[in-house]
């Protein structure tokens, strides 16, 4: 599990690290300089060869910015010609630009050496900073990323905020970011995630000292949990029973897409309630699925309900999401049922709900535009959370799954691809069998749409679950549903 923390929880961390530190031994700036050498190991990396590179350092008035002018002074040593431009030169780091000079170092007076760097440090500003770059500052960055060197971003791309990614005004595309300590969740959630390029975590030993994380990302081997249908023991209550509440005369595929996703997800049995025509569509496609034409209260027992892929709003839609609401198991809203339920203005349950809109259905949930959820992905999810009293699953350009409370799940396997019609309707399917199979809503979500990106992957490139937008072939929702079994076999090891 890939762990972030908050600001506030760093900082409280690196204090009783600092603490301890002096009670034992070394002196000033000693988490400074694991930093810097971690940094400056990576930047040598990205060079290949120091001697000889030209290296700029962006230098804020902050500490971030004396990570950079250490950093620099351990690649001057190594015999880089190293520049730096100091955005306050008052207020920079004094004892790391005495170390900076010390080896040689030099402080350039003019932007120009940006337009000949190999790479470009942004020491601007880290997990002090608040707002975007302001002018000066991005007037430089713009002229660093022109000058086409490589861009390595000190803790976290400056002008992204640490704590939700947001980013307002300009901010820094880096193409490497070197973050210390622990994960912020700024460099898991875009839009701040897609600005930190590659990041890597250098250990400076805050970690006895970190408390529970603010946001986590699952990894394969967290996905590798004994499930029902391993065990010898699984019989189809084990497995999950779930019920799927989906599709219309104008979507009947929706009903498909979310019946198949719920199967390859492991269901022990899919119950499907729904309209005639629809009814015959699943089917025909899904065999093995146990199909009503009548109502949901009329399928069978379930162990949780996904309703609302394809189902339309109109008197037929709402009974049938109100009686799934008025049930005591778990419930998935998708689509068309979070548009009643958002003009509903919420519902009176007890059992778990989880919520899985894109930006512009969480935007009707909560009354706002699609573009001010994109912007502050995660606000607005934590807002919908508190407001309907569910999880919610954001998805997106990296999806965030936010627990009425706990830490929040950010998606790490996410692709431009799963931006297709019907691929939601499969992920809530999946979600769907793996909350009737009882896992926690938040659980249920992440695990799903780890598996969901992984698939599309997979369909894209089954050789390259990690290929993304490179990997040729395009891919469908019904590509999705094919390529699950071979996301668990990949999360297995197999
Ligand atoms: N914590 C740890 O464990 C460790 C932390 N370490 C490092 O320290 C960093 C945090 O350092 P920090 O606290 O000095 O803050 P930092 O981010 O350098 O900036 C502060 C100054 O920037 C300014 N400023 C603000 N917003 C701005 C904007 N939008 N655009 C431009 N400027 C802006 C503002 O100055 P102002 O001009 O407003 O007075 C403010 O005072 C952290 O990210 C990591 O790199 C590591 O060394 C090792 C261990
Ligand atoms: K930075």
């Not at 902050?62 to 306050?88: E, H, I, P, S, T």
């Not at 000190?154 to 820094?172: F, Q, R, W």
């Amino acid at each position: 599990m890939r762990t972030a923390h908050s600001v506030a929880d760093v900082r409280a961390a690196e204090a009783a690290l600092i603490a301890e530190l002096r009670r034992t031994g070394p002196g000033e700036d000693v988490l400074m300089n694991r930093a810097a050498t971690g940094l400056a190991t990576a930047c040598a990396g990205l060079l290949g060869r120091v001697y000889a590179a030209r290296v700029v350092l962006l230098v804020g008035s902050g500490d971030n910015g004396g990570d950079a002018l250490y950093a620099g002074a351990q690649l001057a040593r190594r015999g880089a010609r190293v520049d730096a431009l100091l955005l306050n030169p008052d207020r920079a780091h004094a004892r790391g630009l005495a170390a900076f000079r010390g080896a040689g170092g030099r402080v350039a007076g003019d932007a120009e050496v940006l337009d000949r760097a190999d790479l470009v440090l942004d020491g601007i500003v880290g997990i002090g900073g608040s707002g975007g770059l302001r002018p000066d500052a991005a007037e430089l960055v713009l002229r660093a990323e022109l000058g086409g060197g490589l861009i390595v971003a000190v803790d976290l791309p400056s002008g992204v905020d640490a704590d939700t990614g947001e980013v307002v005004g300009a901010a820094v595309h880096a193409d490497v970011t070197v973050t210390f300590g622990t994960w912020k969740p700024g460099l898991l959630i875009d839009p701040g995630a897609s600005h930190a390029g590659a990041a890597t975590l250098v250990d400076i030993g805050l970690g006895d000292h970190l408390p529970d994380p603010a946001a986590c990302a699952l990894q394969d081997a967290d996905v590798l949990v004994p499930f029902g249908w391993l065990l010898p023991t699984a019989d189809k209550y084990r497995r999950g029973v779930v019920g799927v509440v989906a599709g219309s005369k104008t979507y009947p595929g929706a009903a498909v897409l979310a019946v198949g996703g719920a199967l390859r997800a492991g269901a022990g049995m899919v119950r499907f309630a729904g309209p005639g025509r629809v009814a015959d569509a699943v089917r025909a496609a899904w065999p093995e699925a146990v199909v009503t034409d009548g109502l949901p209260s009329e399928a069978g027992r379930v162990q949780a309900w996904v309703v609302g892929p394809g189902l339309g709003t109109d008197k037929k839609a709402r009974r049938r999401l109100a009686e799934v609401l008025d049930s005591d198991v778990p419930v998935l809203v998708d689509a068309d049922g979070l548009t009643l339920l958002a003009e509903a203005g919420g519902s009176e349950r007890s059992a778990p709900t989880l919520l899985t809109p894109h930006a512009g259905e969480l935007g009707r949930l909560l009354q706002v535009g699609p573009a001010a959820v994109e912007a502050a992905r995660l606000t607005h999810a934590r807002r919908a959370a508190a407001r309907y009293g569910a999880t919610v699953l954001l998805k997106g350009s990296t999806t965030v799954v936010v627990p009425p409370d706990g830490p929040v799940r950010v998606n790490p396997t996410g692709t431009p691809r799963l931006a297709t019609a019907g691929s939601g309707d499969v992920l809530a399917g999946l979600a769907g069998t793996l909350l009737a199979a009882g896992r926690e809503p938040v659980d249920a979500a992440a695990t799903a749409a780890y598996l969901h990106g992984l698939a599309a992957r997979l369909a894209a490139e089954p050789d390259g679950a990690e290929a993304d937008l490179v990997a040729p072939g395009p891919v469908t929702a019904t590509d999705i549903v094919a390529a699950l079994p071979a996301a668990w076999r990949h999360v297995a090891g197999a």
